[in-house]
Protein backbone atom coordinates (compact mmCIF):
# COMPACT_ATOMS: atom_id res chain seq x y z
CA UNK A 1 0.00 0.00 0.00
CA UNK A 2 1.20 3.61 -0.56
CA UNK A 3 0.66 6.76 1.21
CA UNK A 4 1.71 10.46 1.24
CA UNK A 5 1.66 12.53 4.21
CA UNK A 6 2.07 16.44 3.10
CA UNK A 7 3.28 18.42 6.40
CA UNK A 8 1.31 21.99 6.51
CA UNK A 9 -2.09 22.11 4.62
CA UNK A 10 -1.00 26.16 4.78
CA UNK A 11 2.35 27.33 4.15
CA UNK A 12 2.76 31.46 3.79
CA UNK A 13 5.82 33.33 2.63
CA UNK A 14 7.14 36.67 1.49
CA UNK A 15 7.77 37.16 -2.17
CA UNK A 16 11.69 35.99 -2.45
CA UNK A 17 11.92 33.86 0.18
CA UNK A 18 12.22 30.40 -0.05
CA UNK A 19 9.04 28.03 -0.75
CA UNK A 20 9.82 24.42 1.27
CA UNK A 21 6.78 22.52 0.95
CA UNK A 22 7.26 19.01 2.43
CA UNK A 23 6.08 15.14 1.86
CA UNK A 24 7.08 12.47 3.37
CA UNK A 25 6.00 9.05 1.28
CA UNK A 26 4.77 5.20 2.31
CA UNK A 27 5.57 2.72 -0.33
CA UNK A 28 6.43 -0.94 -0.52
CA UNK A 29 8.11 -0.79 -3.10
CA UNK A 30 10.04 1.28 -5.35
CA UNK A 31 8.39 4.43 -4.97
CA UNK A 32 8.19 7.09 -8.37
CA UNK A 33 7.39 10.35 -7.08
CA UNK A 34 5.47 13.68 -8.33
CA UNK A 35 4.86 17.31 -7.60
CA UNK A 36 1.25 18.97 -8.82
CA UNK A 37 0.59 22.56 -8.88
CA UNK A 38 -3.65 23.34 -9.18
CA UNK A 39 -4.43 26.38 -9.35
CA UNK A 40 -8.02 27.69 -8.83
CA UNK A 41 -10.87 26.14 -11.05
CA UNK A 42 -8.35 24.19 -13.04
CA UNK A 43 -6.74 20.40 -12.91
CA UNK A 44 -3.74 19.80 -11.67
CA UNK A 45 -0.08 20.40 -13.69
CA UNK A 46 2.74 18.48 -13.64
CA UNK A 47 6.15 20.18 -11.88
CA UNK A 48 8.56 17.84 -11.63
CA UNK A 49 8.86 13.59 -11.28
CA UNK A 50 11.64 11.76 -9.80
CA UNK A 51 11.72 8.11 -11.65
CA UNK A 52 14.81 6.65 -10.00
CA UNK A 53 17.27 8.65 -11.65
CA UNK A 54 18.93 11.53 -10.24
CA UNK A 55 17.76 12.32 -6.90
CA UNK A 56 17.75 15.91 -7.10
CA UNK A 57 14.77 16.64 -9.92
CA UNK A 58 14.41 20.14 -11.32
CA UNK A 59 11.22 20.74 -12.84
CA UNK A 60 9.17 23.80 -14.05
CA UNK A 61 8.69 27.41 -13.27
CA UNK A 62 12.37 27.24 -10.87
CA UNK A 63 10.93 24.60 -8.51
CA UNK A 64 13.11 21.41 -7.80
CA UNK A 65 12.97 18.15 -5.41
CA UNK A 66 14.98 15.74 -3.68
CA UNK A 67 14.97 12.07 -3.07
CA UNK A 68 15.53 10.88 0.21
CA UNK A 69 15.46 7.34 0.37
CA UNK A 70 16.24 6.98 4.28
CA UNK A 71 14.05 9.74 5.26
CA UNK A 72 11.24 8.75 2.65
CA UNK A 73 10.58 12.18 1.94
CA UNK A 74 10.57 14.27 -1.52
CA UNK A 75 10.13 17.68 -0.43
CA UNK A 76 9.62 20.77 -3.07
CA UNK A 77 11.87 23.96 -2.80
CA UNK A 78 12.20 26.87 -5.11
CA UNK A 79 15.08 29.82 -4.02
CA UNK A 80 12.73 32.41 -4.37
CA UNK A 81 8.86 32.76 -4.44
CA UNK A 82 6.92 34.95 -6.70
CA UNK A 83 3.16 35.65 -6.38
CA UNK A 84 2.56 33.98 -9.51
CA UNK A 85 3.45 30.68 -7.79
CA UNK A 86 0.16 30.93 -5.04
CA UNK A 87 -1.53 27.83 -5.35
CA UNK A 88 -2.07 24.22 -4.39
CA UNK A 89 0.45 22.16 -4.34
CA UNK A 90 0.43 17.99 -4.44
CA UNK A 91 2.66 15.60 -3.78
CA UNK A 92 2.40 11.90 -5.44
CA UNK A 93 3.46 8.64 -5.64
CA UNK A 94 2.98 5.71 -8.01
CA UNK A 95 4.49 2.09 -8.22
CA UNK A 96 4.84 -0.19 -11.49
CA UNK A 97 2.22 -2.99 -9.18
CA UNK A 98 -0.53 -0.62 -9.90
CA UNK A 99 -1.91 0.60 -13.31
CA UNK A 100 -2.70 4.17 -14.37
CA UNK A 101 -2.67 5.57 -10.16
CA UNK A 102 -1.28 7.69 -8.57
CA UNK A 103 -1.97 8.17 -4.26
CA UNK A 104 -1.90 11.86 -3.73
CA UNK A 105 -1.52 13.79 -0.97
CA UNK A 106 -4.11 15.98 0.87
CA UNK A 107 -2.65 18.96 -0.65
CA UNK A 108 -0.53 22.16 0.68
CA UNK A 109 -1.55 26.08 -0.08
CA UNK A 110 1.05 28.11 -0.50
CA UNK A 111 0.35 31.76 0.19
CA UNK A 112 3.09 34.28 -1.06
CA UNK A 113 2.72 37.84 0.39
CA UNK A 114 3.82 41.16 -1.07
CA UNK B 1 -0.68 20.38 -29.11
CA UNK B 2 -4.28 20.70 -27.75
CA UNK B 3 -4.25 19.48 -23.66
CA UNK B 4 -6.89 17.11 -22.16
CA UNK B 5 -10.41 17.98 -22.68
CA UNK B 6 -13.20 17.73 -20.13
CA UNK B 7 -16.95 18.07 -21.07
CA UNK B 8 -18.95 19.78 -19.73
CA UNK B 9 -16.80 21.68 -17.30
CA UNK B 10 -20.11 22.33 -14.99
CA UNK B 11 -23.01 20.34 -14.70
CA UNK B 12 -26.06 20.22 -11.95
CA UNK B 13 -27.68 17.04 -11.63
CA UNK B 14 -30.96 16.15 -9.26
CA UNK B 15 -30.28 13.34 -6.84
CA UNK B 16 -31.63 10.08 -8.53
CA UNK B 17 -30.28 11.14 -12.06
CA UNK B 18 -27.32 9.96 -13.90
CA UNK B 19 -24.59 11.64 -15.36
CA UNK B 20 -22.01 11.37 -18.35
CA UNK B 21 -18.98 12.59 -17.99
CA UNK B 22 -16.17 12.89 -21.39
CA UNK B 23 -12.80 13.32 -21.36
CA UNK B 24 -10.69 13.50 -24.82
CA UNK B 25 -7.02 12.85 -23.97
CA UNK B 26 -3.39 14.11 -25.43
CA UNK B 27 -3.73 13.09 -29.36
CA UNK B 28 -1.41 9.54 -29.08
CA UNK B 29 -2.12 9.29 -25.21
CA UNK B 30 -4.13 6.19 -24.39
CA UNK B 31 -4.29 5.26 -20.91
CA UNK B 32 -7.11 7.22 -19.28
CA UNK B 33 -7.29 7.83 -15.49
CA UNK B 34 -10.54 9.31 -13.54
CA UNK B 35 -10.58 11.13 -10.25
CA UNK B 36 -12.59 12.60 -7.90
CA UNK B 37 -11.97 15.58 -6.32
CA UNK B 38 -13.26 16.76 -3.02
CA UNK B 39 -12.49 19.15 -0.14
CA UNK B 40 -13.01 16.55 2.22
CA UNK B 41 -11.76 13.02 0.62
CA UNK B 42 -8.79 15.48 -1.49
CA UNK B 43 -8.27 13.22 -5.04
CA UNK B 44 -9.09 10.13 -4.72
CA UNK B 45 -8.82 7.73 -7.78
CA UNK B 46 -11.67 6.04 -9.90
CA UNK B 47 -10.30 4.14 -12.79
CA UNK B 48 -7.99 3.76 -15.29
CA UNK B 49 -8.31 2.66 -19.26
CA UNK B 50 -5.69 1.39 -21.69
CA UNK B 51 -6.36 0.50 -25.05
CA UNK B 52 -10.50 0.35 -24.30
CA UNK B 53 -9.81 -1.94 -21.27
CA UNK B 54 -9.75 -1.12 -17.44
CA UNK B 55 -6.82 -1.95 -16.06
CA UNK B 56 -7.41 -0.81 -11.92
CA UNK B 57 -10.15 0.35 -10.48
CA UNK B 58 -10.73 2.29 -6.88
CA UNK B 59 -13.06 1.98 -3.97
CA UNK B 60 -15.69 3.31 -5.29
CA UNK B 61 -19.44 1.57 -5.70
CA UNK B 62 -20.36 0.11 -8.96
CA UNK B 63 -22.84 3.54 -9.51
CA UNK B 64 -19.64 4.63 -11.23
CA UNK B 65 -18.47 3.44 -14.32
CA UNK B 66 -16.72 4.08 -17.12
CA UNK B 67 -15.61 3.32 -20.73
CA UNK B 68 -12.80 3.91 -23.03
CA UNK B 69 -13.32 3.98 -27.12
CA UNK B 70 -10.84 3.13 -29.70
CA UNK B 71 -9.73 6.64 -30.44
CA UNK B 72 -8.66 6.41 -26.27
CA UNK B 73 -11.84 9.32 -25.77
CA UNK B 74 -13.37 7.90 -22.08
CA UNK B 75 -16.69 8.57 -20.39
CA UNK B 76 -17.30 8.22 -17.03
CA UNK B 77 -21.14 7.29 -16.11
CA UNK B 78 -22.78 8.00 -12.47
CA UNK B 79 -25.79 6.68 -11.98
CA UNK B 80 -28.70 7.04 -8.81
CA UNK B 81 -26.57 10.39 -8.06
CA UNK B 82 -26.46 11.15 -4.24
CA UNK B 83 -25.17 14.33 -2.86
CA UNK B 84 -22.35 13.32 -1.87
CA UNK B 85 -21.35 12.71 -5.15
CA UNK B 86 -20.47 16.29 -5.91
CA UNK B 87 -17.27 16.93 -6.63
CA UNK B 88 -14.42 18.37 -9.46
CA UNK B 89 -14.00 15.07 -11.55
CA UNK B 90 -10.99 15.11 -13.10
CA UNK B 91 -9.52 13.14 -16.23
CA UNK B 92 -5.99 12.50 -16.45
CA UNK B 93 -3.76 11.27 -19.54
CA UNK B 94 -0.56 9.94 -19.80
CA UNK B 95 1.40 8.58 -22.71
CA UNK B 96 2.63 5.15 -21.53
CA UNK B 97 2.82 4.21 -18.09
CA UNK B 98 2.25 6.93 -15.75
CA UNK B 99 4.69 6.52 -12.99
CA UNK B 100 7.39 7.19 -15.68
CA UNK B 101 5.78 10.23 -17.62
CA UNK B 102 2.98 11.38 -14.80
CA UNK B 103 -0.50 12.86 -15.88
CA UNK B 104 -1.69 15.96 -17.90
CA UNK B 105 -4.83 16.91 -16.55
CA UNK B 106 -7.70 18.46 -17.61
CA UNK B 107 -9.82 21.01 -16.26
CA UNK B 108 -12.47 18.98 -14.57
CA UNK B 109 -16.19 18.71 -14.71
CA UNK B 110 -17.42 20.22 -11.32
CA UNK B 111 -20.45 18.24 -10.64
CA UNK B 112 -23.35 19.55 -8.00
CA UNK B 113 -25.82 17.14 -6.88
CA UNK B 114 -29.29 18.90 -5.24
Known amino acids: ?114 | KAGVTQTPRYLIKTRGQQVTLSCSPISGHRSVSWYQQTPGQGLQFLFEYFSETQRNKGNFPGRFSGRQFSNSRSEMNVSTLELGDSALYLCASSLGAQELYGYTFGSGTRLTVV
Open chain 1, 1 to 114: AQSVTQLGSHVSVSEGALVLLRCNYSSSVPPYLFWYVQYPNQGLQLLLKYTSAATLVKGINGFEAEFKKSETSFHLTKPSAHMSDAAEYFCAVSDNTNAGKSTFGDGTTLTVKP
